[in-house]
């Protein structure tokens, strides 16, 4: 059984990394504790990006966003964009897969993150695959979350989980939630060193609540340190969300909302140069 949690703060150094990988996209993360892999085989050879294993449909993207069809016949829906991710993109058509086992500590808080897109395949006018498609999330053999779908062919979004370990080795797998082409690129897993109930609860020291919090939703600062304090939010890729000056209120009502799913930072500026960092989810 997975247990989300509702507060969550996160290693400073890793999320200055998350946030500073505005080349390569969000999923090839520092820490990542995944291992990505870009596509080396021919048309229609072995199709699962290395280090990852299940079925995977066999056509092949390249870094450049070229779709390759083991099959003349087939007709590519939509405008290719690149990989975000040097090419560890792959297609998934229900009920394919793909899965990565991965040693985690036990009773440690994760981050998992995918950047998937809904793809459009066809063979006119026999079949059309075009229709929107999510991703679900699967942990150890039980579905613990699925994605919003994707509406629109080759659009990447971005979507996470918060999850605790309940075991040590851990099988971190990938499907689609209809029996659609989707394309997902390389995925992020994190662990948030500071993020466990007992430390928030024993420290109260500052948290950003709910987390994860979904898109276009309300946001929740709170901070036990006293006087006034600055907020800055920043996105994965370096662009400034929000900044309010001269807060000073305990708990804060963040008067954004935001509508794009991914990991968010965040830093409060007290008084005489105290400075405190974190994460968030929008989902």
Not at 45 to 67: K, M, Q, R, Y
């Amino acid at each position: 059984m997975i247990n989300y949690k509702s507060h969550l703060i996160s290693n400073l150094l890793i999320s200055i990394a998350l946030i500073f990988q505005t080349t390569i996209g969000l999923c090839q993360c520092d820490e990542n504790l995944l291992l990505n892999g870009s596509f080396t085989s021919l048309l229609g050879n072995s199709v699962v990006a290395p280090n990852w294993e299940g079925i995977s449909t066999p056509d092949i993207n390249d870094a450049s966003g070229e779709l390759n069809t083991s099959s003349s016949q087939y007709e590519w829906i939509g405008d290719i964009i690149p990989s975000p991710n040097e090419g560890t993109w792959q297609n998934i058509y229900y009920p394919e897969s793909v899965f990565q086992f991965v040693e985690l500590e036990v009773g440690e808080t994760y981050d998992l993150c995918i950047e998937y897109a809904a793809q459009g395949i066809a063979i006119v006018p026999i079949l059309i695959f075009d229709q929107p498609v999510g991703v679900r999330f699967i942990i150890n053999d039980t579905l613990v979350y699925t994605s919003p779908k994707d509406e629109t062919q080759y659009t990447w979004e971005t979507d996470c989980i918060t999850f605790v370990a309940k075991q040590t080795m851990n099988k971190i797998e990938f499907q689609p939630d209809e029996e659609q082409y989707l394309g997902i690129d390389g995925a992020c897993l994190i662990k948030n060193v500071t993020s466990s109930t007992t430390t928030i609860e024993a420290n109260n020291d500052h948290f950003i609540y709910p987390n994860p919090v979904r898109k276009n939703s309300h946001l929740n600062l709170h901070t036990s340190n006293k006087g006034a304090f600055d907020l800055t939010i920043y996105s994965t890729n370096g662009l400034l969300i929000l900044h309010e000056s001269n807060i000073t209120t305990e708990d804060f009502v963040i008067p954004k909302k935001l509508s794009v799913a991914g990991i968010y930072y965040y830093t409060l500026e007290h008084k005489h140069h105290k400075r405190l960092s974190g994460t968030f989810i929008v989902k």
